[in-house]
């Protein structure tokens, strides 16, 4: 019996995705050859590659825009670094929402000055800071659209004139947006794109090229836009994986019918969460993320109850990450509204039992 | 019918290997979960990755000596950096041995003064530099074991009183030899241990923590043992086949058995390039590799012929990289002795059809 699967990430993907995958193991394209044995520079992969960047510009509608989709590897942390090694001249603005944003801060502060334009680290990140004001003279502004652990998500994106960098990893193609307001975004594929090991970047060329430091070929943007994102051999399989993913989005509908997914599956849960006596929210209202929603029991008196009760209807990975406690649900694209109705039956049977 | 796959890397894999690969994409552990989707942290997980670690030891023979193994991403041409990153104070000492050599050079050079101890480029890296001197108040010297794209291979290395750091991508876990005569090996897993997307990193603890420069986290080698390679989302998928296959190579009787089958296909393929009057090895010969060797065609006049040939006999990548042209033929640990036979056969054929 296939479980309901609430993983923060690597995730659940489609079942679809999953049954061609398998096959690629055993023979590729019908060419007699696994994926895992086959060349990275062979017309099969090259093409898997090129349809992978253009499938995620796309369905971001950045195409002819002057953007470059990359599939390159070392997840979000990597990217902490190669935002900063690329663009951070002198001084760059940040953001800070979470556990994420503290880490790219972290790496950044090596290669210049770093302003914190705001935090939301006195409640323990559980809502947005808003009214912050970003430097003009910063070379960037860096924010994290959608905070795992917290359960927190950008509704606004700032106005502003200097390049705008995003780490879009837990919510990038699950809402519509102008992403063309974006210089910058990154996201590891573990959550709504594909499996672990790699992560898609997607950079405006122009602000690239800007500062005046010597940069090592791996870390160079500009170099891996140089060789179609190939400079030398990618995650393979990660990035067939997630090339299936973002077919997937597009045959279901694009990002637009996985924004109304999306929404219905956090109205149920939400909802239940408000309702039932049983549960809180953690994370403020109006910044709830869709993708994952954080939420504690009012006492701790049932909580054997209630996990043997979940963990009994096939749900996995419900624990709450250690900084907040509790629960998370993580919904994202590829997870079923089915799956967040076994969810809320749950909670409500949970309720008629332990409730007073 | 199964292909004879002579790719240069991602290449073949054992068959076992690809078929409980394939399965795990559906059901791995029997958890009713894809490997794709379970959390990185899960004890399924963890424990994958600690076998993966502990044998990459074991069948180096460098348990319990003070090494620690990881697994990265970002291929070889990150540690070029990242070798580099902790290493290099003020100078180091690098021999040149072909494209990646010079790749390693070139990324070094940005951290300090480099000594290239030796070329073999006068002879378009032909063969492999002997007799040249390693300066003692260097902070490392660093080698290629085995050329991918030429066909060379080392067979003795230096002794030197500095830390020894090995790029064996293309030929670990294929050959015995005292491992611990090194203190810092890295390997990209897509020729003998794995598919494209992870990166084996063996060093001995005792040599980091001494350059004054702060390290990036994703560079820093302590990050990285100190949270027992999974600093972040590792790839988990990358790992997971890499595992696999190092059980396979256990299980087959360790680093000897497979020393054994390459030897026996190396010199069945190159007894017959030297007897077959239509070929010419590319390498010097006492620097050949059993891992790839290269070849050419004395004469182009019936190479339509030949490529005909092996085609129709259901031969895999055996084209010659550009830097070369003619052929290569890469015999890694997963490829059958029959394998060769096929190739050997096609060459004796093409020998008597067009040859005088």
Not at 127 to 151: E, L
Not at 312 to 322: D, F, K, P, T, V
Request: proline share 3%; charged share 25%; aromatic share 10%.
């Amino acid at each position: 019996m296939k479980k309901h699967n609430y993983s923060a990430g690597p995730c659940i993907l489609p079942q679809e995705v999953f049954q061609e995958a398998s096959q690629a193991i055993l023979n590729f394209n019908d060419s007699g050859l696994s994926i895992l044995e086959i060349s990275h520079r062979s017309a099969d992969f090259v093409s898997v590659m090129e349809e992978a960047r253009e499938l995620a510009l796309e369905l971001l509608g950045l195409q002819n825009k002057g953007y470059k989709a990359l599939f390159l590897q070392g997840g979000a942390s990597m990217q902490f670094l190669m935002v900063a090694y690329n663009l951070l001249e002198k001084k760059a603005a940040y953001l800070n929402t979470g556990t994420w944003s503290t880490k790219a801060i972290k790496e950044a502060k090596l290669f210049g000055e770093l302003d914190e334009v705001a935090s939301s680290k006195d409640k323990n990140f559980n809502y947005i800071p808003k009214g912050y004001k970003i430097p003009s003279d910063a070379d960037y502004f860096h924010c994290t659209s959608n905070n795992t652990i917290f359960g927190t998500q950008i509704k606004d994106f700032p106005e502003t004139d200097i390049p705008l960098v995003c780490d879009m990893s837990s919510d990038i193609f699950s809402r519509e947006m102008d992403f063309s307001k974006f210089d910058l975004i990154y996201a590891g594929a573990q959550k709504n794109m594909g499996p672990a090991g790699t992560t898609l970047v997607v950079v405006k060329e122009d602000i690239l090229g800007k500062v005046s430091r010597q940069i090592p070929s791996m870390m160079d943007y500009k170099v891996h836009i140089g060789k179609d994102s190939m400079f030398n051999t990618p995650a393979v399989y990660a990035v067939y994986v997630s090339m299936l993913t973002l077919r997937w989005i597009k045959a279901k509908g694009g990002i637009k019918a996985m924004e109304e997914r999306n929404a219905a599956k956090a109205k149920l849960l939400y909802d239940e969460i408000d309702r039932n006596s049983m549960f809180e929210g953690y994370a403020a209202v109006e910044d709830r993320s869709p993708m994952n929603a954080t939420f504690n029991l009012k006492s701790d008196t049932h909580k054997e109850t209630f996990d043997k009760m979940w963990k009994e209807a096939n749900i996995n990975g419900l624990n709450g990450h250690r900084s907040v406690g509790g629960y998370r649900a993580s919904m994202y694209n590829a997870l079923p509204l089915e799956s967040v109705q076994v969810l809320v039956d749950t909670m409500k049977e949970f309720e008629k039992k332990s409730g007073k």
